[in-house]
T-cell receptor, first 113, second 114 residues
Framework: KQEVTQIPAALSVPEGENLVLNCSFT??????LQWFRQDPGKGLTSLLL?????REQTSGRLNASLDKSSGRSTLYIAASQPGDSATYLC????????????FGQGTILTVHP | ETGVTQSPTHLIKTRGQQVTLRCSSQ?????VSWYQQALGQGPQFIFQ???????GRGNFPPRFSGLQFPNYSSELNVNALELDDSALYLC?????????????FGPGTRLTVL
């Protein structure tokens, strides 16, 4: 059974800092991994998707890496802004269930001015 | 291009009632998945529909059921509501048959069971 863990559970940083969110998963037989952002009470916004054959993906100030063999992914946010404050969720697609996402508990990020 | 939409936005029911939630998938997507997100938790996979048939199910009882229509929209039905069913219900659409399989989520339906 796939299990996904995110560390830390919460993070508070001053504006302008670079930060790293961590995600680990137990079954390395994945199709892809997605990082999502969720604002309070809202749906999920897809930030980045990394295919199992890829090592990293970049979008603006965001960079996600994937080390499938060790079951780890990181989301790097450069020059954080108060508008980045949200919950960040990591989700793994695959193992025995193609198309089914297994989510971590999320990291609650607060960026203060 | 229209994104994933869900209705209603909020819903309040009492224990024992039945509820139907609706989802319209993104244009060109043939697969709909439903997730339940309890407060402070990550979403949990309920089931997925592809070609109008259930294509995988998570650890949810049979009183959670669904439908997918020819236009790829979908319904989630929950019978005999329990207090623990209170959650945000999320619908995601994707394209089955590609290795990319990125999932796009709707805004969710907040269900409160009293």
């Amino acid at each position: 059974k796939q299990e996904v863990t995110q560390i830390p559970a919460a993070l508070s940083v001053p504006e302008g800092e670079n930060l790293v969110l961590n995600c680990s998963f137990t079954d390395s037989a994945i199709y892809n991994l997605q990082w999502f952002r969720q604002d309070p009470g809202k749906g999920l916004t897809s930030l980045l998707l990394i295919q199992s054959s890829q090592r990293e993906q970049t979008s603006g100030r965001l960079n996600a890496s994937l080390d499938k063999s060790s079951g780890r992914s990181t989301l790097y946010i450069a020059a954080s802004q108060p508008g980045d404050s949200a919950t960040y969720l990591c989700a793994v697609n695959g193992g025995t269930s193609y198309g089914k996402l297994t989510f971590g508990q999320g990291t609650i990020l607060t960026v203060h001015p | 291009e229209t994104g994933v939409t869900q209705s209603p936005t909020h819903l309040i029911k009492t224990r024992g009632q039945q509820v139907t939630l609706r989802c319209s998938s993104q244009s060109g997507h043939n697969t709909v998945s439903w997730y339940q997100q309890a407060l402070g938790q990550g979403p949990q996979f309920i089931f997925q529909y592809y070609r109008e048939e259930e294509n995988g199910r998570g650890n949810f009882p049979p009183r959670f059921s669904g439908l997918q229509f020819p236009n790829y929209s979908s319904e989630l039905n929950v019978n005999a509501l329990e207090l623990d069913d209170s959650a945000l219900y999320l619908c995601a659409s994707s394209v089955t048959g590609t290795s990319y399989n990125e999932q796009f989520f709707g805004p969710g339906t907040r269900l409160t069971v009293l």
